[in-house]
């Protein structure tokens, strides 16, 4: 296939990169800076540009592109001021935006489109099984959209992680209007070598120093190993069935607190007492007190999302479970 991918030089875009190019793919990359290699061209979402000169050279109508993936985003991760809110929702609209009307214009299109989502989608849900027919945080009145007091409201940070999705997942919309099919992967925690959330949390962990967070670490973690998740990808490419949101997340989501547990047992350095080093938790006041909406969002809220749409497609994980995952990645 010839593929044009977008965030290719990211934790995920990297890992995808190397599996495709194993399997014979063609990979165009989408870059902001100036090309370095033929297989590059430029782009700015921002100002909704992008090389259409040079995507006619790369994938000519007698070698048109046969997909184009979309991971490009900023990160999430540190504190959310509202420059960094800004930028988190704005870099992923306008990006999503102008691959939409890219590909609508293309004399040839592409047979499918796949588009990063997250499972921040769904906000805040407890114990909830999340499946992909789960309403959104955004649209579920649990508690007034403007909180008088925010740092007791559940969905704090929630909201606004889960409008973006929306927003995001509906700017791709615009594809289907040229038969073009449509995949929004809502990814979960994706743990792997070399970056992610894993890399943020591996020192405190190595040092025992952390415990689980918001006092008896209950909140539901969605997680998947980066070895899956490149496969997923891979799998919606291959797989004309699948469409619409498809959750990439393991069968067996795991509490914060038994999450802390396996971690600290597999790098803890000083392992015998591992579960004593893990023991006392962050109060979550703390956290939000700490690291604001981004605490509340990312840390505190529980997400119980289930990968039904893969599973019915007929994916299957390479690490199903939380220990097998870490062991991978560690």
Not at 252 to 275: E, H, K
Not at 304 to 316: S, V
């Amino acid at each position: 296939m010839k593929i044009l991918l977008s965030g290719s030089s990211g934790f995920v875009g990297k890992a995808l990169c190397e599996a495709l190019e194993r399997d014979g793919h063609t990979i165009l990359r989408l870059v902001r800076r100036e090309p370095r290699h033929e297989l590059e061209l430029r782009w700015d979402p921002a100002a909704g540009e992008i090389d259409a000169a040079a995507l006619a050279r790369l994938a000519p109508e007698d070698a048109p592109l046969d997909a184009v993936i979309h991971l490009a985003g900023e990160s999430v991760f540190g504190l959310w001021t509202k420059g960094k809110k800004a930028a988190i929702r704005n870099s992923r609209l306008q990006a999503t935006r102008l691959l939409g009307k890219t590909i609508v214009s293309l004399p040839i299109k592409p047979k499918t489109f796949i588009n990063a989502s997250a499972i921040g989608y769904y906000g805040h849900r407890g114990d909830e099984l999340l499946t992909e027919l789960s309403s959104p945080a955004a649209a579920v009145d649990r508690q007034p959209r403007v909180s008088p007091m925010p740092l007791i409201d559940p969905q704090w940070g929630g909201r606004f992680l889960s409008q973006t999705c929306m927003d995001n997942e509906a700017e791709a919309q615009a594809v289907l209007t040229s038969g073009v099919r449509l995949v929004n992967l809502r990814f979960g925690m994706v743990l792997g070598r070399g970056g992610g959330a894993l890399a943020k949390m591996l020192p405190a962990f190595r040092l025992g120093v952390a415990g689980p967070l918001g006092w008896r670490g209950a909140q539901y973690m969605s997680w998947v190993s980066l070895t899956d998740l490149t496969r997923a990808i891979q799998f919606a490419l291959q797989t004309p069935e699948l469409r619409g949101p498809v959750n990439v997340v393991a069968p067996q989501p795991v509490s914060n607190r038994d999450f802390t547990t396996a971690l600290s047992r597999r790098v803890f350095w000083l392992r015998p007492l591992a579960g004593i080093a893990n023991r006392f938790a962050v109060p979550a006041p703390a956290l939000k007190l700490a690291l604001g909406e981004f605490g509340n969002a990312l840390l505190l809220s529980s997400v119980r999302a289930q990968p039904t749409h893969l599973q019915e497609a007929g994916f299957a994980f390479e690490h199903a479970t939380l220990d097998a995952a870490l062991q991978a990645a560690v």
